[in-house]
Structures are given as structure tokens and as C-alpha cells.
């Protein structure tokens, strides 16, 4: 069975300090992974994509992903977290025309 | 890309009555699902909507209480029948898609519909 699983539910951090959210996934095969973030009352938005073109993604607003076949992990990160930044973060896997998400991380940002 | 749009935006409905929701693609898509997002919780794929058969539905989900249309390939419809509080929640049609000259697909949200149920 695919899955994807992100270890946190809640991971706060200080502006200007790295985020880090985790996510690993289970599949027989390497699926295609993605970052959506959900900012209050707000629909999904894409961050980024792993398409198997390349380990490191980059994406929008500075996070970046380094998808690691060995760990079966695509850990989402950015260098210095802004108060703009603290919304729900969905890590999402694709596999044989489904989608499958993990439950979510919510990222707040303390000033 | 695809842009979606949903209707209702919002709705306060009362116990035992039924809300149908229509997504709107503006571009002929195959692929288009159903997801329900409770509150505080991630997002559950409902059904997956097929343009001229049944839809398919997931584990937990039924087409008695969440009968959906697909009549062709840029509109469907998720009804939400006898409702209850606990059907509280946000409904998001999306659709499968490529971006501009990608190579690969990827999920286009339509921004919900926030339901609420007294």
C-alpha cells in the first residue's frame, strides 16, 4: 500500500531560525511527492513537486525539498522562517492516478 | 494549469436536508476528485468522479450519502444528502492536470465549500 506520513503535527519555530518538516513515504515504487501549504480560510497551494528530474527541489517563497530514496523521506525546509509562513503544510504523495496525503504539519512562527 | 471554481462558497444547512455542490474547471479534464477536509484534520478522498459512469467511491463512503454527477469534462456535482453535524466540514473538488510545459501531473484544488450543520 503507498502512504505518506509526516512525523509532526506541530512544529514551532522562531522568525528567522530553519524550519524543518519531515515527511516519509511508503511505496513499492518511487512515487511523484509534493508540498502544499493551506494558510487559514485559504485553499492548497502547491509549494513544490518531485518528478524524479531531480533529488533537490526548490520551490515558491524559499522551501526547498530534498526527495531521499534511501530514507524514503522528502523533508520540506526553508533557511529562515518568516511570520508569513505559518500556515498547514501537506506532503503529498502520487502513484498509479491517486493521490495520498498525510495528515498534515501545522507550522507556527514565533516574532 | 487549471482553474476551479466551486458553489457554494459557504452554506448553513439544518439536520436532515441536502446540499449539492458544483466544481467548475475551466479546461476539459479526465481526472476529478472529491476530497472532504473536517475540521482541523487533513484532507479524505471521498470519491473520485467518473465523466460518464458511476463514480468511484472510497472506503467509508457511500453513494446514497454522497451521490455525485460528472455529466462531461469540465463540470461535477457532490450532493451531501440527510445531513448531520458531523458532515461539518470543508468539500474541495479537484482536478488532475498538467502545468505549463510540465511533463508530469499534478493537483489542482478548487478553493472548498465550508459546510456547516446545526
Known amino acids: 500500500a503507498q502512504s505518506v506520513t509526516q512525523l509532526d503535527s506541530h512544529v514551532s519555530v522562531s522568525e528567522g531560525t530553519p524550519v524543518l518538516l519531515r515527511c516519509n513515504y511508503s511505496?513499492?515504487?518511487?512515487?511523484?511527492l509534493f508540498w502544499y501549504v493551506q494558510h487559514p480560510n485559504k485553499g492548497l497551494q502547491l509549494l513544490l513537486k518531485y518528478t524524479s528530474a531531480a533529488t533537490l527541489v526548490k520551490g515558491i517563497n524559499g522551501f526547498e525539498a530534498e526527495f531521499k530514496k534511501s530514507e524514503t523521506s522528502f523533508h520540506l525546509t526553508k533557511p529562515s522562517a518568516h511570520m508569513s509562513d505559518a500556515a498547514e503544510y501537506f506532503c503529498v504523495g502520487y502513484n498509479f492516478n491517486k493521490f495520498y496525503f498525510g495528515s498534515g504539519t501545522k507550522l507556527n512562527v514565533k516574532p | 494549469s487549471a482553474v476551479i471554481s466551486q458553489k457554494p462558497s459557504r452554506d448553513i444547512c439544518q439536520r436532515g436536508t441536502s446540499l449539492t455542490i458544483q466544481c467548475q474547471v475551466d479546461?476539459?479534464?479526465?481526472?476529478m476528485f472529491w476530497y472532504r477536509q473536517q475540521p482541523g484534520q487533513s484532507l479524505t478522498l471521498i470519491a473520485t468522479?467518473?465523466?460518464?459512469?458511476?463514480?468511484?467511491?472510497e472506503s467509508g463512503f457511500v453513494i446514497d450519502k454522497f451521490p455525485i454527477s460528472r455529466p462531461n469534462l469540465t463540470f461535477s456535482t457532490l450532493t451531501v444528502s440527510n445531513m448531520s453535524p458531523e458532515d461539518s466540514s470543508i468539500y474541495l473538488c479537484?482536478?488532475?492536470?498538467?502545468?505549463?510545459?510540465?511533463?508530469?501531473?499534478?493537483?489542482?484544488f478548487g478553493p472548498g465549500t465550508r459546510l456547516t450543520v446545526l
Open positions: 468522479a467518473n465523466q460518464g459512469s458511476e463514480a468511484t467511491y
Open positions: 479546461s476539459q479534464v479526465t481526472m
Open positions: 511505496s513499492s515504487y518511487s512515487p511523484s
Open positions: 479537484s482536478v488532475v492536470g498538467r502545468g505549463e510545459g510540465a511533463s508530469y501531473n499534478e493537483q489542482f
